[in-house]
């Protein structure tokens, strides 16, 4: 798409990832003039960027995929129960060309700013390139893990050999054959990159602060007659895990608490999971997320299966997390624990054994020193505030958005924040957002917004934006959610920490997909109750 200059529009879309190309194509198919804006080269967001070795959904294909179109659906394969990156990317990029969205984009280009201006009513947009863009309707679908933690660590600007990310992995050639590769980070991206950089490396040294809980991931190709099962009845089960179940997925619905099995029918039912393998670990049990004696039986299972995998037990006992399962993500693994049985890969617990410095050819630690040649960094995201940070969005009064967050992000819905009208922020803190499948939560939101939008244009509304009031129902109705849950005990990515006060909010909602799609639907037929239109 050819650079814009000083163009008025209907909307703007910032980001081609799977919430981006939706938007674009369901707005414009609602009649709107869009532009995307994005800031890679092509579409793809979270699996553009993030193609590191390993890389690996860890949602079914089939539930993770989109779900509002007979075409795509039809005339795409999956080729695994767990799609990895490049097969995920060349999703996106089908889907893209069958809906034909990338005439809307503006790539390699990123939002340096954004302010509303209330005489026009109008979002008055700058750009890295110089395109200057106003429109009347804002959509963020940058995602709530894209904006990457960067490392910092001291001497890190004096190593000699190649620093990479898992985040923004480069797309050009990553030597691992033959390198005495330095891991630092054990979450999810880290425990898919170091099974593939073990075997191309010469020797790997994993340094692990945190241990993270991860199960068999126990991907097959994919089930035959499975997607054409669902493509015969895909309206109904798009709307069926919309709007009736926790997450969008095909998950187990766990019957009954811990205590009404006995122990051998607990651990039963535990070994069929690991076995079938996937993140359902986390529900078999009524009362696991909310009762520690009954997550206890989950982790101490998980953390046997650890021991009895890793020879060496020394290893084994720094790889088994203390706090409880599922209070940070479960991450699916693809031969993680095994891993440490191979002669060329050494655990470094740097809880106990902290880094001090990165020099030239590697890193030292309190106690040791390892001579390192590739640096790859996996630390995370900025999540939920990071990508909207960056685009620099300002109200009326030059009040940056997430300056106003400082104890934890306040929206209505998840949607959109008081003071800043017409701005919509799809899968955001306040819904279920990283708990839920992604493609079918930006599937429902972009279709409410899409509605919202229609509702204003067809009574002649310029301005809409959450009352105050209905902010503080909705935060509290979002704490309510949490409050009975483990997770908000612990910290986590999810969770915000006041630290003058030591009080905890915890971002996502946690009340279920079905019951959030239940109040946003009831919010829009009351014509859009709680929001204020002028």
């Known amino acids: 798409m050819a650079e814009r200059l000083d163009v008025d529009i209907d909307v703007v879309v910032v980001g081609a990832g799977l919430g981006g190309i939706y938007a674009v194509h369901r707005l414009r198919q609602a009649g709107l003039s869009v532009v995307g804006i994005e800031g890679a080269s092509d579409v793809g967001g979270v699996w553009f960027h993030n193609r590191y070795p390993g890389a690996r959904v860890d949602l079914a294909s089939l539930d993770y995929s989109y779900h509002f179109s007979d075409k795509i659906w039809r005339e795409w394969r999956w080729s695994e129960r767990y799609a990895a990156q490049p097969e995920l990317l060349a999703y996106l990029n089908f889907a893209s060309s069958e809906l034909d969205v990338r005439r809307d984009f503006l790539f390699d280009t990123w939002v340096t700013g954004a302010r509303w201006n209330a005489a026009r009513a109008r979002y008055e947009l700058t750009t890295s390139t110089g395109a200057s863009i106003t429109a009347k309707y804002l959509v963020m679908t940058t995602g709530q893990l894209s904006a990457a933690r960067p490392p910092a660590f001291p001497g890190l600007d004096q190593f000699g050999g190649r620093v990479v990310m898992t985040s923004h992995w480069p797309h050009d050639h990553v030597e691992t054959r033959g390198k005495r590769i330095g891991l630092i980070g054990t979450g999810s991206s880290g425990v898919q990159a170091a099974p593939p950089l073990a075997e191309a490396g010469e020797h790997l040294y994993v340094f692990q602060r945190t241990p993270n809980y991860a199960v068999p991931a126990q991907n097959a190709p994919a089930e035959e007659g499975a997607q054409e099962a669902i493509g015969a009845r895909l309206a109904d089960e798009r709307e069926r895990l919309i709007s009736a179940t926790r997450r969008a997925v095909n998950d187990p619905i766990p019957q009954h608490p811990v205590g009404h099995y006995s122990k051998q029918e607990q651990q039963a039912i535990l070994r069929a999971q690991w076995e079938r393998g996937g993140t359902s670990m986390n529900r078999l049990f009524t009362d696991q997320g909310t009762d ?33 399962i599922g209070v940070r993500r479960l991450i699916l693994e693809n031969g993680y624990y095994e891993m440490y049985n191979r002669e060329n890969v050494t655990l470094v617990d740097i809880r106990s054994e902290p880094i001090t410095e990165i020099t030239p050819g590697g890193i030292r630690t309190r106690d040791a020193y390892y001579e390192i040649d590739l640096l790859v960094f996996a630390l995370g995201f900025d999540a939920f505030t990071g990508s909207l940070r960056g685009a620099n969005i300002r109200d009326a009064q030059g009040v940056e958005l997430t300056s106003r967050w400082t104890r934890g992000p306040r929206n209505l819905l998840g949607m959109m924040t008081t003071g800043f009208p017409n701005l ?111």
């Open 424 to 534: 919509f922020m799809p899968t955001g803190a306040g819904s279920p957002s990283v708990l839920a499948n992604l493609f079918l939560q930006n599937e429902f939101a972009i279709d409410w917004i899409t509605d919202c939008i229609a509702f204003m244009e067809s009574r002649g509304y310029a301005s809409i934006e959450p009352t105050e009031e209905a902010e503080d129902e909705w935060a509290a109705h979002v704490a309510e959610a949490a409050n009975t849950g483990l997770r908000m005990q612990y910290d986590n990515y999810m969770v915000h920490v006041n630290k003058d006060d030591g009080s905890r909010v915890f971002m996502p909602y946690l009340g279920g997909m079905e019951s959030y799609v239940k109040r946003a639907r009831a919010v829009a037929a009351d014509g859009f109750t709680g929001f204020k239109l002028s």
């Open 292 to 324: 520690l004696v009954a997550n206890t039986v989950v982790a101490d299972f998980v953390r046997d299966r650890v021991r009895e995998t890793v020879t060496d037990a020394r290893t084994a006992e720094a790889l088994l997390p203390t706090y409880p």
